[in-house]
């Protein structure tokens, strides 16, 4: 329904509560049974006073969608340009619809997603991770690295929610605090754990908007930065002994395991062995909870698998307008 309405305002070439500029103008609805991909339902059809307006989506007499609801968006979440859809709509479904039509329907359902974006929180979350992904994007005359900041929450119910998507610079704690101030302020009160990765200032900045909350550095990517330059040929004996760390039973055999790690690798690979014991307090939390959970707190899988969906919707777009 919202894309018809889009569709209209291209067709009047004005918006709902603005002047009509050649005395055509809105004349209420008309019911509409459609058949979609999801089943028969019944829309709402807007009209104009001149009959004149024939919908695309949903042709005179028509009553078939073929899905035709979500590909614009589709096409449009993929990356593409208004132009690029024009032309792959006429390929696909042999009919016109003009550039600013599209722009129109794209612009509809952008305010469903401002209206996520600002949905109130869950009071609580069990367990929040958050990693960053960057984009080119294309400002002015140049192309630059934007990072867009996910943060995904473990609901007391078991369920999992993706919070929100942030847009900004490279990806720095001080932009994560305006990332956590919005999430306070649309409800949450605490989050019990956070599950970030190694960034210079993370705790300070979580403790600073949920200062109940503790935080467990990624292990994963502890294990990469310690990896980091190991030669090839004391990986995989480098990886076997580190994994003693943080498979121990609780964190005192944790600790006896790092002294142990460190007395055979601390001569050839000494910061990654500071790196561990900077990092102590943060890499250890997991320890405080049951066997069976600790996987999940300790690795950004999760957050890194909706990446990964991501980049594939994404991969062959070189870069993103503003």
Known sequence: ??????????????????????????????????RTSFGESEIAVPRDR????????????GNMVDGIENVIVSLYAKGMSNSDIEEQIREVYNFDISTSTISRITE????????????PLEPVYLIVWMDGIVFKVREGSKVINKTVYIAVGLRRDGKKEVLGLWLGKNESSAF???????????????????????LNGFTDTIKNVFPESKTQICVVHQIRNACRYVVWK???????????IYNAPNQNAAKAALEDFAGKWEGKYSYAIKSWRDNWE????LFEFPLEIR?????????????????????NKLSFPT
Do not use: C
């Open 1 to 34: 329904e919202k894309m018809l309405e889009g569709e209209l305002d291209g067709h009047l070439d004005y918006e709902r509560h603005q002047r009509s500029k050649d005395g055509n103008s809105r004349n209420g609805h008309s019911k509409k049974k459609v």
């Open 50 to 61: 001149d009959a004149s307006f024939n919908p695309m989506i949903v042709p005179k007499r």
């Open 108 to 119: 509809k359902v952008a305010e469903d997603i401002t209206a996520w974006q600002n949905r």
């Open 176 to 198: 994560w605090m305006s990332v956590l101030t919005d999430i306070r302020a649309r409800g949450t009160e605490d989050i019990l754990i956070t599950a970030t990765d190694n």
């Open 234 to 244: 004391d990986k995989k004996a480098f990886t076997g002994d580190m994994k003693h």
């Open 282 to 285: 943060e890499l250890t939390v």
């Open 295 to 315: 996987k999940i707190i300790y690795t950004t899988n999760l957050i890194e698998n909706l990446n990964g969906k991501i980049r594939k919707y994404t991969k």
